[in-house]
């Protein structure tokens, strides 16, 4: 099996691997206990990689929780070899709001949070990842600028620190909540507020080592967007807001560094960085943030359509009762393909009543935060009920609109954890209007609606799921 050949694989490397009761595999370093690697078994077909990092010291240790998993997953990532999603451990023990009990991060793009077991690709591009961390972690001195022969020291108060938080509350605001401290051999100076959603260290070894990675990056191609920048590196993409980016330059620049910025982006946050100072910014900057940047570009020029999209249109041949029924078909498969998304089915055969519901999905609640409190598992396991709505080929109609979806009545019966609606076409403003009232109401953990755009978006990424139903939607 190819699962046993990559254990034996990465054990001859010098990873230890144990498996627990509930079939799950840790993976692990003897020499670095911080390090966790998780293989969560969710099905026949798939596996869930989950990395975690936490450092078991007497003084307080948010500083390596931020710091460390920031820039392994930055060098990563500037290889071209994955984006990273982040998801911080809330340190409930404190009540300190913007201290970190451990850091959980999850291999997105090309893997999209998970292993499909008989993919030799999969396996590869995994394997990849891991020895990055092995590789890190034979040199991790080198890379944070620590040293064997000297102490290290931790401390939150020294008058360098004090001028320097004090720059930074200035700028952010007195009444934010934070955490600083600096700590010696490696030597930074660190700051961190959950609310502002940043944290920023000094340290100029680190700086330098991460802003020639990323000039370096001869693969890397940048799109200038409406709102934010598009990278495209392999087949990974990501956005880089301009917000963000204004952000983190006056952040330094009210610190005295006024350097030039490179940045390295990943899902969830993004990674500025000066001649002395990296900022990580917390953000959306993963596929969804692509998505809507697309969007902005493909109304802004033509010629960027033809560059992210190809100037080709799709064309809906929906015709009859049966078509929709293989529409929701479709929609399995590309909902099989998204990252939060764990399994997905089909309540009853097209002719069958389903009482609203077309499919019913198996999600990750957790994939949207950027924390969990401690103790807390990463994944949570929701239930999402799926409806898809069509438009017939022939009709006058040219949207679905809020009269055509009984929402209000399936959340009531059903009481799903999240609710999600699928068009061929587009939705009116009063059916959006109702969805965004719901959302708001936070009675879901989910409510999210694919239009048109949204379903070629991703068949255009997926030809495979594309060829098997040309019968129903192909380029024009």
């Known amino acids: ?22 079939n799950q595999l840790l993976i692990g370093l003897d020499c670095c206990p911080q390090w966790r690697i998780f293989l969560y078994d969710i099905d026949d077909e798939k596996l869930f990689p989950v990395f975690y990092y936490r450092q078991k010291r007497i003084e307080e240790v948010t500083d390596l929780h931020a710091i460390v998993p920031t820039v392994l997953t930055a060098i990563t990532k500037s290889r071209g070899i994955s ?4 998801l911080g451990e809330h340190n409930d023990f404190s009540g300190i709001e913007d201290e970190l009990y451990g850091m959980y991060w999850f291999p997105a793009q090309p893997l999209n949070e998970r292993i499909r ?14 020895m990055e961390l092995y590789m890190f972690h034979m040199y991790q001195g080198n890379i944070l600028g620590a040293v064997g022969y000297c102490p290290d020291d931790f401390s939150f108060d020294s008058p360098e620190l004090n001028i320097w938080k004090n720059k930074i509350r200035g700028f952010i605001g007195e009444d934010e ?23 920023i260290f000094k340290s100029t070894h680190i700086a330098g080592l991460l802003k020639q990675l990323a000039i370096n990056n001869d693969n890397s191609e940048i799109i200038n967007g409406v709102v934010s920048n598009v990278e495209v590196i392999n087949e990974i993409r990501t956005t880089i807001p301009f917000k963000d980016e204004k952000y983190a330059k006056n952040l330094v620049a009210a610190l005295g ?18 001649d002395h100072h990296v900022v990580i910014k917390y953000s959306n900057c993963g596929l969804e943030s692509v998505s809507e940047e ?10 960027e359509i033809s560059l992210l999209f190809g100037d080709q249109k799709f064309e809906w041949n929906i015709i009859d009762r049966q078509a929709s029924g293989e529409f929701e078909d479709l929609v399995l498969e590309l909902l099989n393909r998204e990252p939060w998304v764990f399994s997905v089915r089909k309540v009853a055969p097209t002719n069958q009543g389903d009482n609203g519901r077309d499919l019913i999905c198996e999600y990750n609640m957790l994939h949207n935060e950027n924390r969990v409190s401690r103790g807390t598992e990463s994944v949570q396991l929701g239930k999402m009920i799926v409806q898809c709505k069509t ?5 006058k109609k040219s949207s679905i609109s809020k009269s055509d979806v009984d929402m ?53 990424k997926n030809p495979d799921i594309l060829a098997r139903y040309r019968h129903l939607v192909n380029y024009a």
Do not use: C
């Open 408 to 460: 209000a009545n399936t959340i009531f019966d059903y009481r799903p954890d999240g609710y999600m609606l699928v068009v061929n076409t587009q939705i009116t403003r009063d059916l959006t209007e109702m969805l965004e009232r719901q959302r708001d109401r936070k009675e879901q953990n989910t409510i999210v609606w694919w239009n048109a755009f949204d379903v070629e978006d991703r068949l255009r």
């Open 1 to 22: 099996m190819m699962i046993e050949e990559f254990l034996k694989r990465i054990e001859e490397v010098g990873f230890t691997v144990t498996k627990s009761p509930e």
């Open 117 to 130: 077991k008989n993919s030799k690709r999969d396996f590869e591009s995994f394997f990849r990842i891991l």
């Open 177 to 199: 909540s934070y955490v600083a401290n600096f700590r010696m051999n490696p030597d930074w100076l660190f700051f961190r507020s959950f609310s502002s959603e940043f944290s």
């Open 391 to 395: 438009n017939l080929k022939h009709s």
């Open 83 to 86: 984006s990273f999603r982040f």
């Open 257 to 274: 560094d006024t350097s030039k910025i490179e940045v390295i982006s990943q899902e969830n946050q993004l990674v500025f960085i000066s």
């Open 294 to 303: 697309k969007e902005l570009i493909r109304l802004r020029q033509l010629k």
